[in-house]
């Protein structure tokens, strides 16, 4: 088995040096700082967590909640998160959030974590008063769409985002616009679906309940719902706004089967931007999301909070890639 010693003579260091690095302490410098890391994963060390814990009452452990790992959205994301984390000493585990087992989150968590990261769940005000009586601190990525709770969260302006999205479809003689969500009122899907619906408003167009379609969040169950609408009424609606990309490309999906012409007869825009909506036929108008700047960020800002540092939550803007889903060539 590897000992801290083994570690601090592959990095020319002492034993307490090894131990600075591996309790984040400041005082040790950068370039030996990477030494120090560099040898850990070399000789794959692995820390005692349960003595340290004991010790220092750290785990150097975060959670991360998950909603759909088969998302390559939140897949960008935990890829960001787990680098930036792995680079302050600290391990990363991710737990799939199911609403039904939130209680058992106390239990799960409890003695494990330092810090929890949310993909924008909206915990029950009893779940984050548990943690916070246990100063375990909680941010997100993503705006949580239940009540405010304190938790603080780094995510796009898509108030902004939307407009800038309503204003390119509407440039391109799209006066209805509908709009596919995940279904569920406590998802952050919601938190677009509001911007949308600010966004239509502030155009000057009405929006229509008939024209807010339940995709799931998923490729599969949204093109089934699109097909379906297709298939048995009339639609209104020229245009359709997708809350993620995995959606946009099921209502691609969903047009190629019915025989709709995309942007001919229905343009389609998402609202992430993953890899998939640039190599789609057509390619997708979506909503880029700088994952990678974003996971780094809302991991930095619960470290810092973990650790006593001054945190700051960087305003981050979006940026409306235009494809020809949306865009007669």
Known sequence: MVSRK?????????SAVVSYV????????????QKVLEAIRE???QPNQLARSLKTKKTNQIAVLINYLGNPFEAGLLISIEHHAKARGYFVFFQTYSEEEEEQLKSLFMGRVDGILLLGQS?????????????IP????????GPELGIPYLDVDW????AALVRHLQQHGHTRIGFMGGGEAMHHY???????????????????AEDLLVGGGRFETAERTLYSVLSSRAVG?????????????GCLAACRKAGVGVPEQLALAGCEDILMSSQTDPPLTAIHYPRPQMGEAAMKLLLDTIEGKAAQRPLFSGELVVRQSTEQT
Not at 7 to 13: I, L, P, S, T
Not at 190 to 208: K, N, Q, Y
Request: glycine letters at 4%.
């Open 6 to 14: 083994d570690v601090a003579d592959r990095a020319g260091v002492s």
């Open 22 to 33: 591996l309790n984040n302490r400041e005082i040790v410098k950068e370039e030996t700082r």
């Open 43 to 45: 000789l794959g060390y």
């Open 123 to 135: 915990l029950k005000q009893q779940v984050v008063e548990h943690f916070q009586s246990l100063e």
């Open 138 to 145: 909680i941010t997100s990525v993503l705006k949580p769409v």
């Open 159 to 162: 108030e902004a985002e939307m």
């Open 190 to 208: 919601e938190v677009r679906l509001r911007a949308f619906i600010h966004a239509l408003e502030a155009a000057g167009c009405t929006w229509h």
């Open 237 to 249: 609606f020229t245009a359709l706004v997708c809350a993620n990309d995995l959606m946009a490309a």
